[in-house]
């Protein structure tokens, strides 16, 4: 299976899981994954499936879209940055 880079999403799945007090346990479980991968993401030090992803985003609340789209701005960012 594919690896989905969450690489500018960590903060965002901390802040949400935070803001619905819901632990790294509870959402590791959720997500079919270790507490240790909950973790990574989190940090930013980790890719996962899309699929995972999906399953955050939908314990979570999250509109997956939403995401994407921020991934596609803070790409551009830095792509500009990078040319400059």
């Known amino acids: 299976m594919s690896s989905f880079d969450l690489q500018h ?3 965002i799945l901390r802040k949400k899981r935070k803001e619905l007090n819901v632990s790294q ?3 590791a479980m959720h997500s079919k994954v270790t507490v240790q991968t909950i973790r990574n993401l989190e940090r930013n030090d980790v890719k996962t ?3 995972v992803f999906l399953r955050i985003c939908d314990y979570l609340d999250i509109d997956p879209k939403e995401i994407m ?3 596609r701005i803070l790409d551009e960012i830095h792509a500009e940055e990078r040319s400059e």
Do not use: A, N, Q, W
């Open 9 to 11: 999403v960590g903060i």
């Open 69 to 71: 789209v921020l991934i």
């Open 49 to 51: 499936s899309f699929v």
């Open 25 to 27: 346990e509870k959402l």
